[in-house]
T-cell receptor, first 112, second 112 residues
């Protein structure tokens, strides 16, 4: 998976609790992305980063925040998890704009 | 909102046959990418075609792009059981390449 790891790989949590997902890369790529995948929707972009401390919103950013303090790490936080955030979350990286994205193995999150 | 829409939603063929999947999109693009996802895994990039290209080949894959019709097709020739997967098209409509919009995917089953 192109030097991308995600942690945890599986998580069960309760509504209202904060959750942080981590994406770690060893490729030194500038761009990092967080997507969620739900049946019938394909992948939808949550947030992305184009450099350390440089982030921007995607299509479905409400309820999510991100941080990138180092090139290799991109964190996705659900401040107060809701059942609608039950999904599979994928991190991706790319070396530049308009280039191929490489995906991590995904994190399955269940919010009860 | 989904930019790309794949057709058909599901496709079942015999090993050795060709598989064709189509993608339609709504706005002007800079490039269109195809990805494969095996069950429970992350997405793997297959091929990228830029808006000024009409056809591209990679091994058993052939991708066409018709910007006038806002459509693309992915042809897998001489399919194998290992080609069984979901296939997604993704479009870059922003010009910055970092906001890919994915379709809902085509599920391909190759029977041996």
């Amino acid at each position: 998976d192109a030097g991308i790891t995600q942690s945890p790989r599986h998580k069960v949590t309760e509504t209202g609790t904060p959750v942080t997902l981590r994406c770690h890369q060893t490729e030194n790529h500038r761009y990092m992305y967080w997507y969620r995948q739900d049946p019938g929707h394909g992948l939808r972009l949550i947030h992305y980063s184009y450099g350390v401390k440089d982030t921007d919103k995607g299509e479905v950013s409400d309820g999510y925040s991100v941080s990138r303090s180092k090139t290799e790490d991109f964190l996705l936080t659900l401040e107060s998890a809701t059942s609608s955030q039950t999904s599979v979350y994928f991190c991706a990286i790319s070396d530049g704009a308009e280039e191929t994205q490489y995906f991590g193995p995904g994190t399955r999150l269940l919010v009860l | 909102s989904q930019q790309g829409e794949e057709d058909p939603q599901a496709l079942s063929i015999q090993e050795g046959e060709n598989a064709t999947m189509n993608c339609s999109y709504k706005t002007s693009i800079n490039n269109l990418q195809w990805y494969r996802q095996n069950s429970g895994r992350g997405l793997v990039h297959l091929i990228l075609i830029r808006s000024n290209e009409r056809e591209k080949h990679s091994g058993r894959l052939r991708v066409t792009l018709d910007t006038s019709k806002k459509s693309s097709s992915l042809l897998i020739t001489a399919s194998r059981a290992a080609d069984t997967a979901s296939y997604f098209c993704a479009t870059d409509a922003t010009g910055y390449g970092n906001k890919l919009v994915f379709g809902a995917g085509t599920i391909l089953r190759v029977k041996s």
